[in-house]
């Protein structure tokens, strides 16, 4: 029989060597050399195992955590508000166990997101109402035991261990109500865990840098929600925007090797946020910048009813004929056109000792309201706040009006506005009668980006005291900036810069290997059906290590996809493999397999049950629990 020894019982067995061997140094025993994991060429994804909640379209798995010990998979599910206890000794046959309910410790409450380190889980809770202080609540992985609970800020979300285990972090998201009455205040709630039994909580805030708006609106942070107490002076001051602390809203967390320095993703502020976790403080904002849809790199399909005879779609086929407001592929470069990246998960990984983040760039708009038709037929600002339009509709000759998606902020943008124009000087008037001409006339048409859905609260030109400039009434547009990345990207944390992105290779990837799943959506099958938004609208992201590679792994949200690649030279990612067994042929959308990934964690092979490197995804839509095996080439 031949026994094989793991790396770390060589080690310690040549440590016990050593240290019963006290003689002279010719007597000495030599340790064995260290065994590296294999250091793949390249990986494939295999799914090897599912759990089905039973629930579909009421996210019944979202975030998954893994405990090695218990082998034991936590399962984020919204639908009931507790975490699925799942066994994952079988990785091809997940089966539930129990349900961990933080109910009795915050009442009405539920859990949004689930972290496991070292046999203890912690349960991320919101309150009932969610402006009001949630709690972070830890259990026993092997005996689902309570251990203790601490408050922490509102609407408390995604949560983290440090890896030195010493502290727990949590992204308080600090959402506005429905009506934007009540903006709670943005933080991250530090939790010492080194006494379990009794932790203790420091909460960093942005309020430090209220002082420092404007510079921060300068330099791309978008700090854009209403000031509610101003509303009073919109006749003479126009639309105000709210304290940085109130608009800034934490999303997800990576932590630093060193457990020193934790980055902040700031989804809707299109920023990541560096915390000081030696002070405990955060000591810097840093813009994620925008992405020129106007370069070829980053060409995207900006519609779904862009079907037009004479055209040519992406394969370089002529287009002969077209159904009525069908979509086709089309991805092309749009000058003056503008992507805000809007990291949502973000993760940290080492290349020769400098960190890098990876950022999954999905965009997301703000859009709470009370009463809709109070709101946008009725003029009515205390029903809401709504920041997304129709390049169409924002661009309309005959001005705002009270039908379509004209928010109510918008009318009150600025005093005497009537409407809104494209900058001539940028978007070119037309020259021809040709249909295919991109230029502004035809620009705003469903066939070019008509129909895509942009921002109104940045773009326009302002004059010299940074008041938007009117020209006719009319705001002036010289750029135009639509949600989303539609990317994943590499950040150098120490210059802040974007050093590497996937640019338009999503759309492209899935256009080649699964055209007639081109940009459709997850709880409905059309193709093409979200062009017009945020395309396959990448979320989650997790980073695996084996040997010397680092592999990211990134979930496309309405694509219902994983897209895979090699990311151990940051400056120049691989592209390794786009994972989707998505059913079409099914017409019940609920039998079509694993819909809208959310969360996704990797685990390595001395951590697995089987022993082999997996993957493990929640998918939200289709309230499915996905296992992958990692197979090395």
């Excluded at 064995?32 to 089905?52: A, C, F, L, W």
């Excluded at 560096?274 to 403080?281: A, G, I, N, Q, T």
């Excluded at 992405?291 to 370089?316: F, T």
Aim: aromatic share 8%.
């Amino acid at each position: 029989m031949k026994i094989q020894f793991s790396a770390l019982m060589l080690a310690m067995l040549s440590v016990g060597l050593v240290a019963c061997n006290d003689s002279n140094d010719d007597n000495k025993v030599v340790a064995p050399p260290v065994v590296e994991e294999t250091t793949p060429d390249s990986i494939e994804i295999i799914k090897i195992g599912r759990y089905e909640s039973g629930v579909f379209g009421a996210s019944a798995a979202e975030i998954p955590a893994y405990d090695a010990k218990s082998q034991r998979l936590f399962v984020v599910n919204a639908q009931k508000g507790m975490v699925d206890v799942l066994d994952l000794k079988q990785p091809s046959t997940p089966q539930y166990l129990q349900s961990l309910d933080a109910k009795k410790y915050l009442a009405n409450s539920e859990v949004n997101s689930v972290a496991v380190h070292n046999g203890i889980v912690a349960l991320a809770v919101q309150a009932e109402d969610k402006t009001q202080a949630g709690i972070v609540a830890f259990f026993k992985a092997q005996d689902l035991s309570f251990i203790s609970q601490v408050s922490v800020g509102a609407l408390p979300d995604m949560l983290t261990f440090s890896p030195d285990a010493k502290k727990v972090l949590v992204a308080n998201e600090g959402e506005p109500n429905e009506g934007y009455a009540v903006d709670p205040e943005g933080s991250v709630s530090i939790i010492n865990i080194q006494d379990i039994n009794k932790p203790t909580v420091k909460t960093a805030n942005f309020q430090a840098w209220n002082s420092q708006k404007q510079s921060l609106i300068d330099a791309g942070v978008r700090i854009f929600g209403p000031d509610t107490n101003s509303y009073a002076d919109l006749a003479t001051k126009g639309l105000q925007t709210t304290s940085v602390a109130q608009d800034l809203e934490p999303e997800y967390i990576a932590i630093s090797a060193d457990a020193k320095t934790a980055w902040v993703s700031l989804q809707e502020n299109n920023a990541i946020a560096v915390l000081d976790l030696v002070k405990d403080e955060f000591i810097d904002i840093f813009p994620m910048g925008y992405k020129d849809h106007g370069l070829p790199e980053n060409a995207l399909d900006a519609s779904d009813r862009d079907c037009l005879v004479g055209a040519m779609d992406s394969h370089g086929q002529t287009i002969t004929n077209c159904d009525k407001d069908a979509g086709m592929i089309n991805i092309k470069s749009w000058p003056g056109l503008y992507g805000m990246y809007m990291p949502d998960a973000i993760a940290q990984y080492q290349v020769n000792g400098k960190p890098y983040l990876v950022t999954a760039n999905e965009g997301d708009a703000r859009e709470w309201l009370k009463d809709e038709d109070a709101y946008f037929k009725g003029n009515d600002l205390t029903q809401g706040y709504a920041e997304e339009i129709r390049v169409k509709h924002l661009f309309k000759k005959a001005g705002f009006d009270l039908k379509g998606d004209y928010a109510a902020h918008l009318r009150h943008i600025v005093p005497g506005v009537m409407g809104a124009k494209l900058d001539s000087s940028i978007f070119k008037p037309c020259v021809t009668t040709d249909a295919n001409e991109v230029c502004a006339e035809n620009l705003i048409k469903d066939t070019q980006i008509g129909r895509l859905t942009i921002s109104w609260t940045q773009g326009f030109k302002r004059d010299a005291s940074g008041q938007p400039l009117l020209e006719d009434g009319k705001l002036v547009y010289d750029k135009l900036y639509a949600y989303g990345g539609r990317s994943f990207s590499i950040v150098d944390p120490t210059t802040r810069q974007i050093i590497w992105d996937s640019g338009s290779e999503f759309e492209r990837k899935i256009a080649e290997l699964f055209p007639k799943q081109f940009n459709s959506n997850h709880e409905t099958f059309k193709f093409d059906d979200r062009s017009d938004n945020k395309g396959p609208e990448p979320e989650g992201i997790t980073l695996g290590q084996i040997g010397k590679k680092t592999f990211a792994f990134i979930g496309l949200e309405r694509a219902s996809g994983i897209m895979v690649y090699d990311i151990s030279n940051p400056q120049n990612a691989q592209f390794v493999q786009y994972f989707n067994d998505r059913d079409i042929n099914q017409t019940d959308i609920k039998q079509q397999g694993d819909l809208g990934p959310e969360g996704l964690i990797f685990i390595a092979a001395k951590d697995s049950p089987n022993g082999q490197p997996l993957l493990v995804v929640g998918n939200e839509v289709s309230g499915s629990t996905a296992v992958y095996q990692i197979k090395l080439k």
